[in-house]
């Protein structure tokens, strides 16, 4: 396995390369409005860092949100487009569990709510509980977008809306952005069996209705 991981459902954008043992190479890069240029240069820095060729790529992962649309978009459309390029497969995976990953990673314990920026002064949220063993953590409620002040807060918080909204959510804790090491590693444990974090369809996760809407009959006007 070569696994090719990538998110930009967060500020930026995160890429990792994953032989199955371990991460080879990682980086993160632009800002939450540069997801489309620095995407694909990203790529191609992260495969050179880890000595790897495009053609060696058999998986590809891609956090689906929930996220901000434009930054969605740009990061799925890439990651199929490049399973596709390269006879790959993709695989999907929340963004926020892997933020929760890399938290267990770091040393979070028992339960605990990540939040990242939803826009419009909201968080998108998901409540987690370390298990240990071979399971690791598991989402226990959520994906959910709310007002932070709406946030029930009675476990610790991590992630970037703690920086937006520390008076709300108990202070700034990350990690903030999501890792592509962790989203890798998400992927190879359930590949392989392990964990409880499931993988998704590669397809935008979206909690809030569009503000499109198709247009309704036309009114009558009278004089």
């Known amino acids: 396995m070569l696994l090719l991981a990538l998110d930009t459902a967060t500020d930026g954008v995160a890429v990792a390369v994953h032989d199955g043992e371990r991460v080879l190479a990682s980086a993160r890069a632009g ?77 979070t314990t028992g339960e605990f709510l990540v939040a990242t920026d939803a826009r419009r002064r909201e968080v998108h949220t998901a409540r987690y509980l370390v298990v240990g063993g071979a399971v690791g953590v598991r989402r226990t409620a959520g994906p959910d977008v709310l007002r932070p002040a709406d946030v029930v807060v009675d476990v610790p918080v991590v992630g970037a809306g703690t920086r937006l ?28 069996g392990r964990g409880a974090l499931e993988l998704l369809p590669p397809e935008p996760l979206y909690l809030r209705r569009p503000d499109a809407v198709a247009p309704g009959a036309r009114k009558r006007v009278t004089a």
């Open 31 to 107: 800002t939450a409005r540069s997801h489309n240029e620095v995407l694909v240069p990203t790529v191609a820095q992260v495969l050179r860092a880890a000595g790897r060729e495009r053609r060696d790529v058999t998986d590809v992962a891609v956090g689906v949100g929930p996220g901000p649309y434009t930054g969605l978009r740009v990061g799925i459309a890439t990651a199929r487009t490049l399973a596709l390029a390269w006879g790959a497969r993709v695989r999907g995976v929340c963004s926020l569990d892997a933020l929760a990953a890399a938290a267990v990673a770091e040393g």
């Open 165 to 192: 909204y520390p008076e709300l959510l108990g202070g700034e804790h990350g990690p903030f952005d999501v890792d592509g090491g962790a989203l890798a590693q998400v992927v190879v444990d359930a590949l392989a």
